[in-house]
């Protein structure tokens, strides 16, 4: 019997819960396998509404909706004006990359929250490679941590890559913590973190080319002009 890798997180957390390795991933969180099993649970139900918003391409309305939105969070968040609007990556079926040549995806990725925790959001910037910009993607995520925000932009933003079916990405982060984890320089402790740590890790496994980097704060003010649009429009 051959079995179905999972795809998404959601069913990735539902292979963690069936996994015979639950024990050993509890002992190196600190957690019981009774408590982790219950953790994953709760984050499985969390992330259901999240990701189909995600993998749903978004009706006319709702465009309209979202350019409203940028106007009413432009009145809270002047700078957001400095960048384009671009295509909402969800409406995108193929990849926004040309179809000839093996080009790069960059990827600027960033997380907010408001309270750490408290209020949190994402947002990701899809561009050819020192090109153009080419898609935006941004979300609130309900309460979270900024890491966890980090990284969920990061896992929302290789979903995308998978669904276009790119396969080299250059992904760039102001997270000096999120990098050095993804790096293997920084062991991933949190109980919190590691799951999202896994699926970066499963997603980025059907990539020929993954290369992550830190940049300063201001190299990537698009993505957190996205993120804190989403939190001004909730």
């Not at 995308?160 to 999120?178: G, P």
Request: aromatic share 4%; with cysteine; glycine share 6%.
């Amino acid at each position: 019997m051959t079995t179905r890798k999972p795809e998404t997180l959601t069913e990735l957390l539902k292979t963690l819960e069936r996994s015979g390795d639950l024990r050993s991933l509890a002992r190196e969180c600190g957690l019981s396998v009774r408590e982790l099993r219950r953790r994953l649970s709760i984050w499985r139900r969390e992330l259901v509404d999240d990701e189909a918003q995600v993998l749903d391409p978004l009706p006319v309305e709702a465009n309209r909706g979202k350019t409203r939105s940028r106007k009413e969070a432009a009145k809270k968040n002047p700078g957001i004006d400095e960048w384009p609007e671009l295509s909402p990556a969800a409406t995108l079926a193929k990849s926004p990359l040309p179809a000839r040549g093996k080009p790069v995806l960059e990827i600027f990725t960033d997380g907010a929250s408001r309270g750490n925790p408290g209020p949190a959001s994402i947002g990701v910037v899809f561009r050819m490679k020192d090109g153009e910009a080419l898609a935006e993607h941004c979300e609130t995520i309900g309460r979270a941590t900024n890491n966890v925000a980090e990284y969920r932009a990061v896992v929302a933003a290789l979903e995308h890559c998978q669904r276009w079916q790119v396969k080299r990405v250059l992904l760039n982060m102001d997270s000096e913590l999120i990098v050095r984890q993804l790096h293997g320089t920084y062991r991933v402790k949190s109980p919190d973190l590691r799951p999202l740590y896994q699926q970066v890790v499963f997603l980025s496994k059907g990539l020929d080319e993954f290369r992550v980097q830190h940049i300063k704060r201001a190299l990537n003010g698009h993505a957190d002009a996205l993120a804190n649009r989403a939190l001004d429009a909730d």
